[in-house]
Each structure stands twice: as C-alpha cells, then as structure tokens.
C-alpha cells in the first residue's frame, strides 16, 4: 500500500504529498542526522530519519498539517545532528548543510511594511533580477513560497556543520548581504537576517494561507550542484562591501527610536516640557550601559563610513556564529545584524528604542517613561532595569521632575486678563417678598 495519501481534496489550491516527498528527497534525503518539519500551530515540530520511510512520513505529516488548514508549513534547510530535548532545535543542533538558501519575498500580499520604508520588489522577475546582479550564480532550482520566490543553490558535498558551523554559517549569512546591498541599489528592502543554520523555509507540496491561500511549488533552476568552498570564496570576497553599503544606507535613516517612530512620550503623554524622558535617556545613557548588563561583548572597533564604531557580540546561545561581531554602534546609533536577538536588522536603532525593546518590549515607550521616572523620583519601579540606569541619568531626569512640578506651582489657573463685557451678577436683583430673617441672636 502506497504510504502517501492519495487524495485531490477539496481545498484550492490543493496540496501536494508527491511534491513534498521530491522536494525533501532531493534536498536533505539519506544525509545525516534528522529532517525537522515545522507548522504555523506547532512550531516545536516534528523529526523525521532522512532514510525512506522517514521521508514519506515527513511528506505525509506535512499534507495532514497543511489539510487541515494551517498557514503554513516549513522545513529546517538543515538537518539535525540530534534530537532536541525541548523546542525544536536551534542553530547548535545543525548537522549537515546541503544547499544555501535566500527568502526573495516581493509584492505586498501576506508582507509587513519593513522598518526601513523601502518596499519589496514588486514581482518575481524583480527578484530574479536582484540575484542576477548580485554576482551570484543562478540557483539549482526555485521554490514560489506563495508569496516570494525562493532561490536554492544545491551543494555538491556535504558540509559538516559540527565541524565547519561557524565557517558555513558566516558563508550563508553574507549571501544575504550580498542580495540585500544589490536590492538597495534598485530601492527595494531584502530580508537580510535569513541565513542562521536553523533556518526554516516554506515547503513545496503544502498551501500557503498567509494571506489569500497559494500553493508553494517547485520552479526549476539551472539544476546545477556547487562547490561549496569555491561559493564560499566568491561571496565571502564581497562581504564587506556589501556590509559597507548596507550600514551606510542605515545611518543615513533617522535612528529607529520614540523621537522617530511614533508619538510617544511625548511631554503632552508625559506631562514634562522639555527634553522628553527618552531623549535624556539618549544623551547620558552609553551603549555599554545597555548592552553588557545583557550579557553582550564588546570586541573591538571598525568604521561605518568614515566614522568609527564599536563592535558587539551578542550572547551566546551556543551556535555557530556567522560574524565576528553582531552589532555595530556609533555615538547615537546601533546597526544590528544578529537576526537571533530579536531586534530589527540592518537600520539604525536608537538607544532608547534598543533598552526599551529588551527591557518592556518594541515602542512600549508609555511603560519605559514611567519606570525611569519612577526611579528618578526614588520610587520603585515595576522593571528593576530602570532603577539601574547610570546615576546621572536618573539625576537629569529628577531635575526635570522638579522644574515641571514648580512650573505647575508657580502657575496661576485664573485669568489675568479683564473681560470684555459687563460683568454679570449672579445675585438676585429681586426683593425678598418676605420678612428678612436674621441670622445674628438676639441679645
């Protein structure tokens, strides 16, 4: 009996078991370690033996998933070396890499607005011509996620990510560098933080419903398999080029921050004149104040532009890292490349906007005021972080308390100004009808 269902089913588009089985054969069939197949309800996943059966159960679970109606089903373009004991795995559980891999998402439909205000390439061809100009060569095959276009570069050996993690990992992340620096060129955003060992990408076979419901299917490519370390020696030739632009272009761009983004904290939001909470933060505040309570490392100087700037390393989550640093920060600005932190990659990213992020979460600029001025004024604060800033900080800001809250005593709530007409009188100007009663007693 033939393991794979085999039913057209009543969904449009309609998923495609066989699809997923030559797709996941091909790719990361009989290699070692596990195949890991993800979904848009469970994204702790499955593993699946990369040997036959293994393969077919991973196509079959991926058919029952995208049936049943998920957004979206995905595999990791890497095997798992082993099982994980929870979640479904990260970058340090890579086991072998056959393909490189780039996300080439165009249009609008299923697609956020991106943090640095270019829009996508408006269409496939658009995407296909950012890869051509790249310098890169034209990828094995495609995948037409749904909503993007995927491009796949097939390896000729297979890379041993135990062995050579932090080499490949470095390789597949400027091969997103690279596509992006060429995509700004055109005035397109690209998705530059795609490239971590555990990355997952939309299966061919299964339905994609993040916005109108599309097939993700199999484009064919040049079918050509490549030398990995002749790839690598390509791309990694123009990673600081492409770095170079990419940060540029950044601090070109108002930092990402309260004085940017939004309308928030504002003194009318506040009550405060003035430097607003957030802009005392930026001025006294240093990069380090922020970044080492958090476990990061400063490791040396480069330059974005003329300018130079500090190097940082994220904490490690026991990966392999793909740079030799993960931010970059100049006076007033950090470019963050390290898509595993959760900050916005590749724009610049203010001070307040980066504490405030990992402390209460993106734009919370309400919640961050009020514990930094909580902490100013000697109260306690609902995240201890406030209380922790550098005293000189919290010092300005009290001034600031202080200068408001004598501005508002020293201010009078009447009107100094004469009115402009009769003055009216609110006592009756009719006689009483009766007898006066006095109050005063009699003596």
């Not at 596990?34 to 040997?51: C, E, H, L, N």
């Not at 159960?57 to 998933?65: E, G, H, N, S, V």
């Not at 990828?139 to 796949?152: D, F, R």
């Not at 609902?382 to 200068?403: F, I």
Request: proline share 6%; net charge neutral; charged share 20%.
């Amino acid at each position: 009996m033939n393991p794979l269902p085999n039913d057209g089913g009543a969904l449009l588009p309609t998923e495609d078991a066989y699809a997923s089985l030559d797709y996941l054969t091909n790719v990361l069939g009989g290699r070692l370690g596990f195949i890991s197949i993800v979904t848009a309800d469970d994204f702790t996943g499955r593993r699946f033996t990369t040997d036959d059966d293994g393969l077919k159960d991973a196509a079959r679970y991926a058919w029952q998933k995208s049936r049943a109606g998920v957004k979206g089903v995905w595999y990791q373009s890497t095997t798992l070396r082993t099982l994980p004991t929870r979640g479904r795995g990260g970058a340090d559980l890579a086991g072998t890499m056959t393909s490189l891999w780039m996300d080439g998402d165009f249009g609008t439909d299923g697609h956020a607005a991106k943090a640095n205000g270019l829009p996508k390439p408006p269409d496939e061809d658009a995407v296909r011509l950012v890869v051509a100009e790249s310098g890169l060569p034209d990828p094995s095959l495609w995948v037409h996620s749904g909503n993007g276009l995927n491009g796949i570069w097939l390896l000729d050996e297979d890379v041993n990510l135990a062995a050579s993690g932090e080499h490949a990992a470095r390789v597949s992340d400027t091969v997103q560098k690279l596509l992006a620096a060429t995509a700004l060129k055109r005035g397109w955003s690209w998705d530059a933080g795609v490239g971590n060992l555990d990355r997952i990408m939309r299966l061919p076979g299964t339905v994609n419903r993040k916005a109108r419901p599309k097939l993700s299917h199999v484009v064919p490519g040049t079918g050509e398999r490549f030398a990995f370390a002749e790839l690598a020696a390509t791309v990694l030739a123009r990673r600081e080029d492409a770095l170079s632009e990419l940060e540029a272009f950044a601090v070109s761009k108002r930092p990402k921050g309260p004085t940017s983004s939004r309308k928030a904290a504002t003194s009318a939001s506040t009550g405060f004149s003035g430097d607003r909470p957030l802009d005392i933060f930026d001025r006294t505040v240093s990069w380090a104040d922020i970044l080492a309570p958090l476990g990061w490392t400063e490791v040396g100087t480069g330059h974005v532009g003329g300018d130079v700037a500090d190097l940082w390393m994220r904490p490690s989550n026991g990966g392999a890292s793909s740079s030799a640093y993960s931010a970059k920060t100049l006076d007033g600005c950090l470019i963050n490349w390290s898509e595993a932190v959760g900050l916005p990659t590749g724009i610049g990213l203010s001070k307040a906007y980066v504490w405030t992020f990992f402390h209460y979460g993106d734009s919370n600029w309400t919640a961050a005021v009020r514990d930094l001025m909580a902490a100013a004024c000697g109260h306690v604060a609902d995240c201890a972080a406030a209380s922790q800033v550098p005293a000189a900080c919290l010092a300005e800001l009290k001034q600031q308390a202080d200068r408001q809250q004598a501005d508002r005593l020293s201010s009078s709530y009447l009107p100094d100004v004469k009115p402009n007409g009769p003055v009216r009188s609110y006592l009756p100007d009719a006689k009483p009808t009766g007898p006066v009663r006095s109050y005063l007693p009699a003596v």
